[in-house]
């Protein structure tokens, strides 16, 4: 035993822990108890293991804590001369919820199942004190996890608010050089000697390729930013969504003849006077989003469908409901809400890629956050279904979005307008 400890003798101990025992019941626990010392690191409850034994700590120091994985601990409260614990897993006939070790040289008072549960079928006000002081350690439990976390959100929050201003002033100090670049490039282009020489062309559409996709992600890199921060300022006007899709399909001809995919645009008969009052660049760029997402998930051959349909909705009133249907390789369940979160890929971080239409190719993670996030700033709904992920049955997966329409042909209809940032 240490020499600063303090010994209270087993009597005065349960006379302390207990004040509500008479003489003969401190007299049974007396004859029942086995005093044992523990050196430090002893594990003496394990936590998810039935075990028969209470415990009073007579002098020296345990901590009460959980596994949260192979290398961390979460720790629930210390237990030190005159407190116990042991008790719940007895009382209910459960497994341990917590385990148990010494942090230093400790005695403690052990008694057996049947001891104490003869003890408490003895004496009522003794269960109830018991449980009284267990209530309260469940409560002192409950609030420190609380604290825990709103300690940890804040400090994710602080980081992720880091990271958000890192992204703003990395992309903008990017913009200007790549705009530079990227109109020097085009001059080239044009210019005769280059076209004349083909060796030089090649290079040429190599730069002006790249910096054109560095600027892309540039651009998805401030929408991020601008979504996470609630900044998304609309420029709404009367939006044809059959003029917006068609626009797609045609942008993205080269990629499913690159990719030999089947691209099949149902836009129904959809002769309804019904619009949506929309930024159109904003909502070109969501869902142009979800058809790339497609196409990058879908293997060669495969086919994408999309379709455009009008129907009633019970909180939104008549709603345009578009999906994005692949024979792809899914999508498990547990990932069907984290894709739209910012930076969330699925796959290893190695499968990255430049490119954004190879299969499988993995990007940022930027494209679905941005889809939801202007989606859901247009007051609309977007969701994924998919069995599931499978690269040998390739169950595929279909993306549902709901933009609320009106009801009369606007005077502009189909108009809408790139999102290009120069």
Known sequence: MAANQIVIEPEELLRRAFPVLDDEEVAFLLDKLREQTYPPDTVLCHEGIYEDVFYLVSSGMTVIY???????????RYCGAGEF?????????APRAASVRTTEETTVLEFD??????????????????????????RSNDQNTINNLRHSYETLEKLDRAKLDFIEVTAHELRTPLTVMRGYASILAMDA????????AEIVEGIVSGTNRLHEVVNNMLDIQRIDMNQIKLSKSPVS???????????LQEVFAERHLNFILDLGDNTDPIYVEADSGLLHKAIQQIVLNAVKYT????????????????????????????TGIGIDPEHHKLIFEKFYRLGAAETHSSGKTAYKAGGPGLGLAI?????????????????????????????HILLPT?????????????????
């Open 193 to 200: 000697n280059i076209q004349g020489n083909s060796m030089l």
């Open 85 to 93: 614990f042991g008790e719940m897993a007895i009382i209910q006939e």
């Open 113 to 138: 199942k049947n001891t104490l549960q003869a003890l408490l079928n003895h004496n009522a006000q003794m269960a109830l004190a018991m449980m009284r002081i267990t209530f309260d350690r469940h």
């Open 66 to 76: 959980k596994r949260l994985n192979d290398d961390e601990d979460l720790v629930l």
């Open 371 to 399: 889809s939801h996030g202007a989606i859901m700033a247009h007051g609309g709904q977007i969701w994924v279904e998919s069995e599931g992920y499978s690269e040998e049955t390739f169950p595929g997966s279909t993306f």
């Open 299 to 326: 293997p060669d051959n495969g086919t994408i469908k999309v379709t455009l349909r009008y129907e009633e909705h019970d909180f939104l009133a008549t709603v345009a409901h578009i999906t994005v249907q692949d």
């Open 241 to 251: 969504l059959s003029v917006i899709l068609k626009g797609i399909d045609k942008t």
């Open 406 to 422: 009106k009801s009369r042909v606007p005077s502009q209809e189909g108009r809408f307008e790139r999102m290009d940032r120069e």
